[in-house]
């Protein structure tokens, strides 16, 4: 048995991820975006999967990145941060672009306040991480590259 395909895939962090490691630490730990990033990266290349990352505070910027980036990648990582819970714009997105991608969370939302519990995104999400810090990515990752892997079988 030779290795798998390599498989393309995107990781975006919406608003306020940039942030990392200074950022209510207590809820979001310390390790920084380039830390996670870097985390991601290195088991993308266990795994055979070639990782970019993006992040934006913009809603506007994140639609224009999700759309150019579909026709190179296999599928998407997402933490939407707060877009999580208030954009319809960014599911519409994600839905028009029909690449499978997995919701990552590093706080577990569902502990947390009212308003957090409420995901656009997750009822059309392959699959939803959330609470285990930066680790949520990790397993996310593996999640996607599987899922891709799985469906992109011939036979
Ligand atoms: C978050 C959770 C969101 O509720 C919050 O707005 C964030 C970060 C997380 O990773 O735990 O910005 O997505």
Known sequence: ???????????VH??????????EPEVYGTDTLAD??????????????????YQ????????DFLTESESRVAGFLINPGAFTHTS?????????LALPFVEVHLSN??????????????????????????DSYLLGLRGLVAHIRHNSRSN
């Open 1 to 11: 048995m030779g290795r798998p395909d390599p498989v393309n895939v995107a990781v």
């Open 14 to 23: 919406g608003p306020n991820l940039h942030l990392l490691g200074r950022r």
């Open 36 to 53: 996670v990033d870097e985390r991601i990266r290195s088991l993308g290349a266990e795994l055979g999967a070639d990782v970019e990352s």
């Open 56 to 63: 934006s505070n913009h809603e506007g910027a994140l639609i």
């Open 88 to 96: 319809i714009a960014l599911r519409d997105c994600l839905c028009g």
């Open 109 to 134: 939302t569902a502990a947390r306040e009212p308003f957090r519990r409420h995901s656009y995104l997750s009822d059309v999400a392959v699959g939803v991480v959330y609470g285990f810090g930066g």
